[in-house]
């Protein structure tokens, strides 16, 4: 195909080939999230060709490629993505190391505009406009130049109630996930959600991760932050410890200062209108009840 759509956290993005003898071929991942929603909030330009970045432009971020192994971080190369400001733009440019025909890709990244672009360096015609990780890279800036909040955690609705599960890795949240899933909850997702907030109210919505995930949204009535413990205790935290808690599991690139002011805004935000919490845990079914029985 040249052109397809998705609805990602009520974010309609459009796809177009820009190069001829190109065809886009989106994932499974991506499949049940495409939309005939023909009103879209952002254009996205493909290109297929050699990667280079404008002589003009200046590095301001580089990340190193980090894989999580038995909940360790281990680092596998210095090379992985680099931001680079030219005047109001940003251009984010990354190796694809999980891909067979994609090698290199540039997220060209217009604040406040309608149109980006994506350059991407494929060995044959087909590519996957959002092949790892210019998925992430692009939902992140999307979200943050719009102060929406990009956070690892589990997102469940149980019963009408929607809770949201975050903390470092291997702290439970998946564990969360699962033991709600078996107490016939639904879940939103359980690695990386968008939080909106729309007239007093905050919304939790999935990404694209994994195959055959459709979209879906939910209502947050409660965020915790988790971990294991002998019992199930929970405490409110206070407005300071609640918001550098949540940002601490927030998806963000600690470069520019409008960013990290519209993150934190958001978070503000978030903490006024959501019961936050921490909560320490025991992995079974008495979390559940143990959370509906206090009406978190």
């Not at 998705?6 to 820009?18: Q, T």
């Not at 580089?62 to 894989?67: G, Q």
Request: net charge negative; glycine share 8%; aromatic share 10%.
């Amino acid at each position: 195909m040249t052109t397809y759509t998705l609805n990602i956290a009520d974010y309609v993005i459009l796809f177009n080939v820009m190069t001829g003898d190109t065809v886009l071929k989106p994932t499974l991942r991506q499949r049940f999230f495409m939309t005939n929603n023909t009103h879209y909030h952002l254009a996205i330009n493909v290109f297929r060709g050699p990667v280079v970045v404008n002589e003009q432009a200046t590095a301001v971020f580089h990340a190193p490629y980090v894989e999580e192994v038995g909940g360790m971080q281990l680092k596998k190369n210095d090379k992985f993505w680099s931001v680079y400001r030219m005047g109001d733009y940003i251009l984010v440019r990354t190796t694809c190391p999980v891909s067979p025909n994609h090698n290199e890709a540039l997220l060209v990244i217009r604040p406040g505009e309608k149109s980006w672009d994506i350059i991407i360096d494929s060995t044959g015609p087909e590519i996957d406009p959002l092949v790892y990780p210019v998925d992430g890279l692009l939902l992140y800036y999307l979200t943050a130049l719009n102060g929406d909040i990009f956070i690892h955690g589990s997102g469940i609705n149980h019963k009408g109630m929607g809770y949201l599960f975050t903390g470092p890795s291997g702290k439970g949240k998946t564990t969360m996930a699962q033991v709600f899933s078996e107490a016939g909850a639904d879940v939103v997702h359980d690695d990386r959600l968008i939080l909106r907030q729309d007239k007093g109210k905050v919304y939790m919505y999935n990404t694209p991760v994994y195959d055959g995930d459709t979209y879906k949204k939910s209502e947050l009535d409660s965020l915790f932050v988790i971990d294991h413990g002998e019992e199930n205790v929970s405490s409110a935290l206070g407005q300071t410890e609640a918001i550098t808690s949540v940002m601490a599991n927030c998806i963000q690139h600690h470069w520019d200062s409008r960013l990290i002011g519209k993150l934190t805004g958001a978070i503000i935000g978030l903490v006024k209108s959501v019961n936050i919490r921490k909560l320490h845990f025991v992995p079974n079914s008495t979390v559940v009840s143990f959370i509906k029985n206090n009406e978190y």
